[in-house]
């Protein structure tokens, strides 16, 4: 069975050969560090793991009404600061981010005013995918995989979206002063987001579409809040993409398990990132696997700091043993690192791959 089709059973809730082992989104500085700066489907080789490669090469059009000013320079530690304007015919937003070699993060948010909103609606210009690029990566992938992607915006998910624009702890305060604004913010951006499926992704060489986000995981908001701003966008958003023929995945990398029935509600086809204790997640892996396990393929799990990074081989394939059995029975599952890594061996990494070969089912 190669790589993609055991991926794609996995994703149908079918039971594939072995239990397939992926990573989520390789990073440029695990690359170069230690892997030569080899691009992410070289490295999947190179360990012996499923590929699961996220692409999305749009093109971007050109507005007089959304124009873009971008002013960057050096903090005192060196890191790259970056200072953008978008310049508007009735007015200017600006934003700043601060990036180091591993990540990087806001220092203003986009969105300050409630009004602010009404100017990315009407302004900032749509993208549209890029299909002859993405349909080369999916031949270059070709069956080592699956090819993964998103909607437009910060993550798929309006929630997470906002939240990147205006900031989490603004969006939740803004809930209790003023939830028709936040409900207005939300359908702003849906509008956007399902223009973008309905133009862009029929026909889409796409395995996966990643939805939802981090900031709605039960770590960040309340189940309350999830069910009234995170629940009937995304299942209007998986709707849209069954619709083109898309299967998506849902992204909490955070606590799941008190919205783990809810994140079935909105309609995805799986759900990540299976976040354990020690990585600030609260998965409990049987009882996932029992509450919603019939109901979505699961993936996740691996924890990437304690195990994969500070780990012996034999940790590594201890924690493989253990997921397989909690996670694997009846298959629906992909095992992955919950979150991205920066600093794990190679070593531990074919450790991971050559464990996973192990995990057959019968």
Known sequence: MTS?????????????????????QWQDYHLKKYLGGIDALAAFRRVGLDASITYCPTIAPQSPDWRCAVQESRD?????????????????????TVAHETTGWVTEYLVKRPEDVELLDKYEPLPRLDHAALAREYDRLGDD????????????????????????????LATHRDPAWVH?????????????????????????????????????????????????????????????????????????MPIL???????CDASETLT??????????????????????????????QVLDLGTKED????????????????????????????TPVENLQAYADAARECRYA
């Not at 699956?146 to 969006?171: D, K, M, S, T, V």
Request: with cysteine; net charge positive; hydrophobic share 35%.
């Open 276 to 305: 354990p204790p020690d990585m600030g997640g609260d998965a409990r892996p049987a009882e996932m696997k029992a509450r919603i396990g019939d109901k979505v393929c699961l993936i996740g799990g691996v924890n990437q700091f």
């Open 76 to 96: 005192a530690d060196g890191h790259r600061v970056q200072h953008v304007r978008y310049i508007t015919p009735e007015g200017t937003l600006t934003t700043a």
């Open 145 to 172: 995989g699956i090819l993964r992607g998103f909607i437009w915006g910060h993550h798929g998910g309006c929630w997470q979206h906002a939240a990147a624009l205006y900031g989490l702890e603004n969006l939740i």
């Open 316 to 343: 590594v394939r201890q924690e493989v043993f253990r997921l397989f059995r909690e996670f694997g029975p009846g298959g629906g599952y992909i095992m992955s690192p919950s979150d991205h890594f920066f600093e």
């Open 261 to 267: 029935e809810l994140i079935v509600e909105n309609r």
């Open 184 to 256: 207005h913010f939300l359908r702003l951006l849906q509008k956007k987001k399902l223009r973008f499926i309905a133009e862009s992704m029929p026909g889409a060489k796409y395995d996966l579409i990643e939805t939802g986000g981090g900031q709605g995981s039960s770590t960040c908001i309340s189940p309350k809040l999830f069910k009234e701003f995170c629940l009937p966008y995304d299942r209007e958003q998986h709707d849209a993409l069954h619709a083109v023929g898309l299967r998506s995945v849902y992204h909490t990398c955070g606590g799941m």
């Open 4 to 24: 993609k089709e055991r991926m794609l059973r996995a994703l149908r809730r079918e039971v594939p050969d072995r239990v397939p082992a992926s990573v989520h």
